[in-house]
Each structure stands twice: as C-alpha cells, then as structure tokens.
C-alpha cells in the first residue's frame, strides 16, 4: 500500500477549515467573528484615554509607581540636601555618576520623571473622586429602594407569624429601625431601611486625602526652604541667607520674608559610654542655645537635642553632627598677633573623631616686614593613643588627652586670585613647607596651653609658664613667627528648615487613615420588614431579610438582633394545632416564602 500527497492541492494551514468543509470546520469549536472596528477618531481616544486614567487601576498604579520612585531619593545622595555627598560619589563612581545625573537620580523630587508621575497620580485621583463624589450626593438624596417581591432570595432571611395587626408591626419596625440609625421608607405593606453610608464617605474621605497630602508634597517643594550652618561655641547665627553656610530653596520660596530669628549656642554636652562593649558609644548629644525670635529680640533659653529640633517662627532647628575646634593664636615674625581663634576640625573618624583642619593667615609678614603668608595642616585628636609610635590616632572621642600636630606652609596662599577656596583644604601649589636644620618637614605635637599643667603635672610637680609654653607652642623657622593650642571648642552643625506643607501633610495622612478605617470597617447594608395579613384568621406574616454589599456574617448576625428587637411589638402568635389534613400551598400566594435558585430582579432593589 502506498500513500499518494499532492502538494499542489494541500491547503494552507490558515484556510484549513474553509477547504475542508464540515470536517475542518469542526477542529475549533470558537464563533467565527467578522468584526470591523471602528475609528474612534481623535475625540474618541481622547475619550479612551481619560477613561484609563481616571480608572482605579491606573490610579493604584501610578500610586505605586510614586512609591518606587522615592527610594532612589532615600538611597542615592541629593544635591539639595547634601551636595558634598553627590560630589564624592561621583568622584568614586565616575560611569555610574554620570548614568544617575542624565536620569536625575541626585535630584529625584524635581526630576522630570517623578514630576509626571505626580501629576498624573493628582489628575487620575481627581478624575476618579468628581464622578463618584456626585453619584455618592445622589445615593444620599435617594430613599431606600423598594423591598423585593419574595424576600426568601435575599441572603439573610426570617420569619415568623404574630397576633398584631400589620400596621402596628410596621409602626414598631420603623421606630425600631429608626432608633438604629437607618434611613426609612415606608411604602405599602412594607418599610423598606438602609444604613452604611459612611462607606462611601470613607472611601472619598481617603482618596481627597491623597490628593490633600500630593498638594501638600508640591507646597512644600515650592515654597521650602533649608540651609546648614556651622556654629562654634559661643558663636550665634541670624537667619538671613548671608548668614548660612549651604542654602537651597523651592522656586516660589522669597528670601525677603525670612522670619527674624538667630541663636548663640552657649554649651554643648556630649557623653559616652566609657565601660564595657560598647565603650566610646555616645549617650548624650545637647547643644544649649539662647535664642531670639521677631523684631523685640526677647531671648529664651533651650537645649536641641538629635531628633528634638527647636521650633522657631515656623522654622525647625535641628541638630546634626558636633566636632571640635582648636583655639589657636598665630603670631608672624614681627611677634604681632595675626589670627586668634576657633577653627572647625571635620572629624576622620567619627567614632572617636580625629579631625583634620587648616588655618590659613594671608596677613602674616616676616620679621623683616615682607609679605609672608602662613598656612598649618594640623590633626587633631580628643584622646591621644599614639604615644611612642609616631602616629596620630584617637582612642576615645571625649577629650581626655588632646593633642594637635601641625605642619607649617609659608608663601602665597593664593586667596587674592578672587576664586573661592574650601576653608577645610589647603592649597599648596604657591606653597613651601618649612623644614628644620636637618632637612626634614618641619612639624610638632602640640599640648592645649589652658590643660598642658594638668596633663603634665601629674606626677606632683609644677610646671614654669617656660615650660608650658615650650609644650603648647611651635615656632617657625627663620623667626617668621609661631603658632600656639590655646585650648578646645566644640561645634555643632545645626540644619533649619521651612517646610510650610507638613501641617497639611499631617493632616491629610490623618484623614486618609480615617477614611480608610470607615470604608474596611463600615458595612453598607439594607434591611426590608414586610408585614400582610395571612387570611381571614387573623394572623399577620412578619418577614424580614438582610443584603449587604459585600457578604459577611455580619449582616445575617444583624439581622437576628434586629428580630429579636422587633419580637415584643410582633409577638409570635401560637402554633395552630395540626388537623392531619395540611393543605397544599398555592403557589400563587405571595404570604408563603418559596425559595428560588433565580436570582433576584435587581430593579426590585435585591441588589445594592
């Protein structure tokens, strides 16, 4: 036997079934559908596309996608709040720095990514709350519907028989509804009752609420305002912009309406732990400042605390970081005191804060009146741990035993070019460091003078003012003068913030879990109570079912104590005594409760 193909006549695969008539129309059981779409045209997809977005879908979405937006803001640094930071990470990450900077990773919250995503997210929520917020006026204009032809369909479902006429049985289901809270109607031989309106309420309540806290988010960003100030002890601060040493502000924020205030940090108390495991932690952080608010100047005194900030005209003062700043007084080679003071040393260590710092003296001359600026890299250390190992190094952060090495520059320190310099770096180009007669650098650890007695003298004996001197002082050479460790000041570095959204924020948030609580707690649910007279007997037919929005025991466990309130103005007439002889029910006799698996006719109002 032998199969012959001709594969002149084979069918193509998409045509199989017309080829093959009955048989190949057979190998799908799926309608054949010619439908032609129409063109929507440019006001139907306009239509089209304001539809989705006003959708829930797309508003959850977009909600989502805000959230997934903001953790490069938390995770990445941000130009406007620490431009230091986003330096130094592109600096270490040259490819990736520049890949971040074309996304806006540095500067999230204004990106134009995230800005489309917000606004989106605003006009989808304001979309979907206008249509629903006037359905929801409509619904609370409305009366109950209508109760439904048999009640038996009804999920939640009693009753029972009673001695009381109808209207008495109504009366007493209306005064009872009524006493719970229901919205009533009456209508026939039925009262028809609804309740869980706060629902809905909720359900908007939540969604105005995320709109209330998106406006709050763009007040903020507009009209916002933070800068970084470093403060010394017993240095103040103003709070006009001269005055900060970072400032960034929102594009609508106006620096003439800065409100007058300043401060003096007087003290700053720091503690650590100096036992155990966790020897060096810090227990205490207090900057205490006397501060000034409006024209009057009044002064008040307060203490600012890590995560308890100063609440000044509307203005947050937080505490953020402290270090030391050695006191130092620089003499040139005419012996005339050229630079006396406190100069920040930023921490290396922020454990236990060995800090590095420059002082830079461009007025400083020689002894023979020649121009001769002086510059001095110095480190310093709180506790000094390196004895008799040639390094600096700290081994406590509380100033136990501080010690400041220092090497000095001489010649051009470069700041009359007009350029801007770091205060913290020194720029050693038109520099020369000095060195001692042997050729080495010239450099010397350096006792505070106000402690070098203390430190030294423990042994008993007393040390000469020469001796003190010697241990707290560096003298450059050729006589172009000295440098001497006075003593130690602490710093602070305070942020102040403007943020005039946060009190809507707070509010919204508030509201929004409010509202969410109503629409996850509150049940909308309707109750219907129908009483007819059964025959000429005298008896009346009590009926009363429950519907919910959604299914829940709740309803039918709500509708038994409703019953059982309503029992003593309906009392269950007694059971008629049994003849043997039941009667068929009449299947049209609407006083007998017939179950039936068809649903119910929702403009009888079975359906919520």
């Known amino acids: 036997m032998s199969t012959k193909t001709d594969t002149t006549d084979e069918p193509d695969a998409a045509d199989q079934g017309g080829d093959l008539g009955l048989a190949g129309s057979q190998l799908s059981t799926a309608p054949k559908e010619d439908i032609s779409l129409p063109s929507l045209g440019p006001i139907g997809w306009a239509r089209w596309f304001w539809r989705q977005l006003t959708s829930m879908r797309v508003a959850l979405l977009l909600l989502f996608l805000l959230s997934i937006g903001a953790i490069p803001g938390s995770l990445i640094p941000q130009t406007s709040i620490d431009p230091v930071k986003v330096d130094e990470f592109k600096g270490k ?3 990736l720095g520049e890949i971040y900077d074309k996304l806006g990773m540095f500067h999230v919250y204004s990106s134009v990514w995230f800005s489309a995503i917000y606004l989106l997210l605003f006009i989808s929520l304001i979309g979907c709350i206008v249509p629903r917020a006037w359905q929801f006026v409509g619904q609370l204009r409305g009366r109950p519907p209508a109760a439904p032809r048999r009640l038996t369909r009804l999920p939640a479902y009693t009753t029972w028989r009673t001695g009381a006429a109808p209207e008495q049985v109504l009366d007493a ?25 706060l629902r809905e309420a909720g359900n908007l309540l ?40 970072d400032f960034s502000s929102g594009p609508f924020f106006d620096t003439d309406t800065m409100a007058p205030f300043g401060f003096t940090m007087d003290s700053f108390d720091a503690t650590y732990e100096r036992t155990g495991p966790q020897k060096g932690t810090p227990r205490t952080f207090r900057a205490n400042i006397t501060y000034f608010t409006g024209a009057d100047g009044t002064e008040h005194k307060k203490s600012i605390e890590v995560n308890t900030p100063l609440d000044i005209a509307g203005n947050k003062v937080y505490l953020l970081s402290h ?3 050695p006191v130092v007084t620089v003499k040139d080679g005419r012996g005339k005191v050229v630079y006396h003071g406190a100069v920040p040393f930023l921490p290396q260590d922020p454990k236990n804060f060995t800090s590095s710092g420059v002082v830079k003296v461009p007025g400083a001359r020689s002894k023979d009146g020649e121009r001769n600026q002086l510059g001095f890299q110095a480190l310093f250390v709180p506790t000094f741990g390196g004895k008799n190992s040639g390094s600096m190094f700290s081994q406590f952060p509380a100033p136990d035993f501080p010690v400041l090495s220092v090497n000095a520059w001489h010649g051009d320190l470069g700041m009359d070019s007009g350029l801007p310099q770091n205060v913290y770096q020194l720029d050693t180009k038109r520099l020369k460091q000095y060195k001692d007669a042997s050729g080495d650098f010239f450099k010397k650890m350096l006792l505070p003078k106000d402690r070098a007695a203390k430190m030294l003298g423990h042994s008993g004996a007393k040390l000469t003012p020469q001796e003190i001197e010697a241990e707290s002082t560096m003298k450059l050479p050729n006589g172009d003068g000295s440098i001497t460790f006075e003593g130690i000041k602490t710093w602070a570095s305070f942020k102040i913030t403007h943020q005039p959204g946060n009190g809507l924020a707070l509010t919204g948030a508030v509201a929004a879990l409010l509202g969410l609580a109503a629409s996850l707690f509150i049940q909308r649910r309707r109750v219907w109570v129908r009483a007819e007279r059964a025959d000429d007997s005298g008896v009346t037919v009590v009926e009363m079912a429950g519907l919910g929005r959604s299914e829940s025991a709740r309803v039918a466990e709500e509708l038994a104590a409703l019953a059982d309130e309503l029992t003593p103005g309906a009392p269950p007439a007694a059971a008629a005594p049994d003849t043997g002889d039941e009667p068929a029910a009449s299947a049209e006799d609407p006083t007998e409760p017939t179950d039936s698996a068809d649903p119910a006719d929702p403009s009888e109002g079975a359906r919520t």
């Open 323 to 325: 270090g030391y700043s």
């Open 206 to 245: 939540f969604h105005v609420a995320l709109i209330v806290m998106l406006v709050a988010f763009a007040v903020g960003s507009l009209w916002k305002s933070e800068g970084g100030k470093l403060v010394t002890e017993g240095d103040g601060f103003s709070n006009s912009l001269t005055q900060y040493d």
């Open 173 to 197: 289901a209306e005064r009872m509804l009524k006493k719970r809270r229901f919205r009533i109607r009456r209508e026939g031989t039925a009262v028809a009752s609804e309740k869980g309106y």
């Open 93 to 95: 990450h040259a490819t």
